[in-house]
């Protein structure tokens, strides 16, 4: 049967399509307005073609901001994920003791981010907050706001008590789904613990992992509102994650076009490796039929 | 190889006493003989796939004992019993080749490189998989999944037995007979104990010298195809077995003759007092149609299946199924029938009863 094209259909998504306009597009549009022109207020541009982008391309202060970034980003990576897998293996497969688990865990993910924040950073001070003064009181040199080190430690610590449980419950989810048998047939093949996970558990929540891991990426990367409460980027500019930098020099030097020409770069790498997470998992699925 | 024996057997899932302390499996004494190909037959639930399980050694019974030729296993776990397993859904490791998922039992059994190259080799050639041997597992078909699972088992030349739990579910149906046939030439080459679960008939009956029928918890027949055919032990056997199943009609027995209300249908033998319920039971394919006299029935339905005609018929009230062979066209009238005495089973109480020879 010869199926007919109704383009009227089209008018459904009209809704959609300008709530994202306004919602995106048009402030998206805005920020590309201001990448390529110059402007002394009043409404009055001038056109600057690429010269914002070849100097943040060129800027000390950018790089730094992106080796930091990454670095955090990284860090996080490397903890949050195998950890998660490690939570997730031992987890209480059902019943009483699972269900705590599971709630437990999900306690920290609905936590408002600058309420995370708010808890770290009075936890951690050394004149009132338990971890800090209790550090103080062991003697243990630590101080999160002059120490660059304890900065990152703090920030990280936090980061992985308030993320490792989403990579934990989707590992978890991928796990509950590998029927008995294979464990069964293990047992007979007289596998391994390490060949079960290696050859058995690793490969079919392999899918759930890309995707917690792309998260944590994404999540991690534009990481905003947590070092903001907690350190505001110090001591000095050891914890200026790029989001950071980016509100500092839109909102508080008011460097409008570097800010923008920074902004679509930022973008544009986040796309970029969403782009390439996303290849992979399409592959890899194409790859399994 | 070994002769598997389970002795006084019994399953149940949940602790006596709770509410759901219902038997899985009740009492079952049953010797395995080595070399033989069973097929473990009933329908879901029955607890085929729990007595497997026991063999396999996957579930420990709750009471009552497994031997493989004389030694007690009942406490050894799985992978001390060297049996292979075939699960419904095919098990092969993702990650790895063709070649790598069969030698990978002989690897962990610490076995030298050279003679697991050789053994993969042979085994490959077996099962037909010797041309996908370095292609990944997980880019195969069902099949050819199913057969890597078969092969691992089968790798390993000191293994017990192989059981099969429901193998062919997600095979495509025509390949289903090309594995099953496959299935039987490796048990007539290389004569591994086979035990293979299935609520299918008619691969218990193609697979299998000898078919356990189980029922609710209980092995109620033991039997080559023909046996649970002609002779079911059980209603429940005849029922199952065949397609239409068995016509199991209320009768009051009296020596030879078995009274369907009025009518006398003679049976092959004498049966003294039988006490209880009293059926008698005839095949729909044993029913002859005569020309005249005979039981009057009255035809309700024909089905015709291209190579047989099911006609649904009613006998006095009892609804009836006669298989008949292609032919001229029935109408709707009443057919006469006739039930050849020696197909006749008689049953008491849902089991059957031997009559005395004459």
Redesign the interface.
Known sequence: MEKRQNNKAWLLVLPVLILVAFSAVIPLMTVVNYAFNDTFGNNQFFWNGLGWFEEMVRSERLHAALGRQILFTGIILLIEVPLGIFIALHMPKKGFWASLCLVLMALPLLIPFNVVGTIWQIFCRIDIGLLGRGMAELGVDYNYTNDAFDAWLTLIVMDVWHWTSLVALLCFAGLRSI?D??Y??A??????RW?IF???E???MSGVLLIAVLLRFIDSFMIYTEPFVVTGGGPGNATTFLSIDLVKMAIGQFDLGPAAAFSLMYFLIILLVSWVFYTVMVSRDE??Q | MAKITLSNLAHRYAPLGSQASSYALTEINHVWQDGGAYALLGPSGCGKTTLLNIISGLIKPSQGRVLFDDNDVTGVPTEQRDIAQVFQFPVVYDTMTVRENLAFPLKNRGMAKPDIQARVALIAEMIGLEELLDSKARRLSPDAKQKISLGRGMVRESVNAILFDEPLTVIDPHLKWELRTQLKALHREFGHTMIYVTHDQTEAMTFADKVVMLHEGRIVQIGTPEDLFEQPEHTFVGHFIGSPGMNLLDASIHGDLAMLGERAVPLASAYGTVAGRTQIGIRPEHIRVMADGGLPAEIRAVENVGHRRIVRAHLDGHSLNIVLPPGEPLGTGTLHLQFPPDKINVYADEWRVAGSIR
């Open positions: 029927p048998a294979f069964q047939a047992r007979i093949d007289q596998s391994s060949d290696r050859h058995i690793l490969p079919k790859g399994a």
